[in-house]
């Protein structure tokens, strides 16, 4: 798994930001800031919600990016349909395949989700801070 001092991986995903619409997430989007990125196992899970509305709290500090395997459709439903996500101001990003979760070291690959993971991140791209948790 990767640690503090450790670069976080360059990544190519596709997100729904807080218009609802579909963009491009790379780690050019923490460039020169700040960032904090998140990972999740699953959308449409009773738990989730409350830890993206409450993690939603630190865009005015700091970049935040959502992350889990389920692709950008599925993220477009879910806030569509959960109002405690609905208006979030960061992205959430699709994983899929969950090759940037792979680099980082953070697949239970028993149940093939990511565990819940954050990392923050420096203006450098080092991470500086990392946790993770067993799924529930």
Not at 40 to 59: N, R, V
Not at 72 to 79: S, V, Y
Request: glycine share 6%; hydrophobic share 40%; with cysteine.
């Amino acid at each position: 798994m990767l640690s503090v001092g450790d670069e976080f991986p360059q990544f190519d995903l596709m997100g729904v930001d807080s218009k609802n619409e579909f963009v491009n997430v790379t780690r050019l989007n923490i460039a020169d800031k700040w960032g904090v990125v998140y990972f999740y196992p699953k959308d449409f899970t009773f738990i989730c919600p409350t830890e993206i509305a409450a993690m939603d709290k630190l865009t005015d500090h700091c970049t935040v990016i959502g992350i889990s395997g389920d692709n950008e459709f599925c993220k477009l439903a879910w806030k569509q349909e959960n109002k405690l996500i609905g208006d979030i101001e960061h992205t959430i990003a699709a994983d899929c395949g969950l090759y940037l979760s792979e680099k980082l070291g953070i697949v239970d690959h028993r149940n093939g989700v990511c565990y819940r993971a954050t990392f923050i991140v420096d203006p450098n791209k080092k991470i500086q801070h990392v946790t993770i948790n067993a799924l529930d």
